[in-house]
């Protein structure tokens, strides 16, 4: 049984929302990176570069759950952040090109004010999260100065930094002062069910609005005849069906888990449930929209790898 005290069930801003817009804009980006060049190697960049963002995105979403923004010095911080992902999604297109090393400053922004924020609920603990999130902008921004395996390399560097950073708050602190790793756990699983699950559910919904967008994109001028309708009417009823699979149920258990989860073991659950598992989905979106917005102008004609991968990919029934 949990013993925490339980605080009121809270709901997501509108600010929240609002930022989670900003980050969906990265992903928008990522599809544009991928349609340009549908190639395995692109594809395994896209979901590099992912795997870095949504890591930042996963730690705000954590933060605003412990420390809301509910006054203006927290507003103007989280909007700040969002000028940091802003910085970033407008570099990603050619992130190894010629941008590299804006992205990397703009994702060392977006890490400054996390950490700064984050200090609201966790004081100097914030420095076992800070250290390596900020060690990771820095392998991105060098990654921007080299080119080929180089670069790669540092990017793989800053996601190893990312994947021990919450080994390190688990135990670090307690190292300093004494705690023990149980209720270092505690304290980092005292997150608010309700405000959590649903976070991250407005998140998927924004997301699916990309592959709405991808649509429209997809047919640009072309004549609306019978059969791009019904192309159309198919990548929507996609789209749908992957709503389907999250939000029928689901979310509404997902909640009753969290909730009776004890708190030192609602950190690894968050990790696991909407971090890890949530990246797999969102890539697959990503993916899916690069794939509508190649196809639906070529319904009729047989498809190559580059196409056809990644709306397979994204299938409920793949």
């Not at 963002?53 to 969002?82: C, E, K």
């Not at 059969?227 to 389907?244: C, H, M």
């Not at 909407?274 to 697959?284: C, V």
């Amino acid at each position: 049984m949990n013993s925490a005290v339980e605080e009121p069930d809270r709901r997501v801003t509108t600010l929240e929302l609002f930022f989670d817009l900003v980050f969906v804009f990265t992903l928008t980006q990522l599809t544009v990176l991928l349609a340009g060049d549908l190639s395995f190697a692109t594809a395994a960049r896209v979901a590099l570069i992912f795997l870095v963002l949504f890591w930042m995105y996963g730690a705000y979403a954590y933060l605003t759950n412990q420390v809301p923004p509910d006054r203006p010095s927290r507003r103007l911080g989280l909007m700040l952040g969002m000028g940091g992902f802003m910085v970033c999604a407008l570099a990603v297109p050619r992130v190894f090109d010629d941008t590299g090393v804006v992205f990397g400053l703009g994702f060392l922004l977006v890490v400054v004010v996390h950490t700064a924020l984050y200090t609201r609920s966790h004081g100097r603990d914030s420095i076992w999260y800070g250290v390596p999130n900020a060690l990771a902008g820095v392998s991105v921004t060098v990654a921007g100065l080299l080119d080929g395996l180089a670069a790669d390399g540092l990017w793989v560097l800053a996601l190893a930094l990312q994947f021990v950073t919450p080994y390190i708050a688990e135990r670090g602190p307690g190292r300093a002062d004494g705690r023990t790793p149980e209720a270092l756990r505690a304290q980092l699983g005292s997150l608010n069910p309700a405000h959590f699950v649903e976070r991250h559910g407005l998140l998927l919904i924004v997301a699916f609005g990309e592959s709405v967008i991808a649509i429209g994109i997809g047919i640009g001028d072309l004549p609306l005849t019978a059969g791009l309708f019904g192309g159309a009417f198919l990548a929507l009823a996609l789209a749908t069906a992957l709503w389907w699979t999250y939000f029928v149920r689901d979310e509404e258990r997902a909640e009753e888990v969290f909730r009776a989860t004890p708190a030192a073991a609602r950190f690894r659950l968050a990790m696991n449930a909407y971090y890890y598992a949530f990246l797999p989905m969102l890539l697959g979106i990503a993916f899916l929209a690069a794939g509508v917005k190649k196809t639906l102008g070529h319904l009729t004609e047989h498809l190559h790898t580059g196409p056809a991968l990644p709306s397979r990919a994204a299938s409920p029934s793949s």
